[in-house]
């Protein structure tokens, strides 16, 4: 990122933890967001710098 740093939010709660949205074996497959968040998704992504592996 410009700012030299990226980071990443999750949550657990009484409803899943890490694996609430997408399986361990999906880990890192997409980039999730919350519903409330996914009517910005274009915004969101559009933000985001590209990343090579």
Do not use: K, Y
């Amino acid at each position: 990122m410009p700012g030299g740093a990226l980071f990443e939010l999750a949550v657990t709660h009484n409803e899943g933890g890490w694996d609430c949205d997408e399986s361990p074996e999906e880990f890192g497959q997409a980039f999730m967001l919350p519903p409330q968040f996914e009517s910005e998704r274009s915004h969101i992504m559009g933000q985001l710098e590209p990343i090579e592996v």
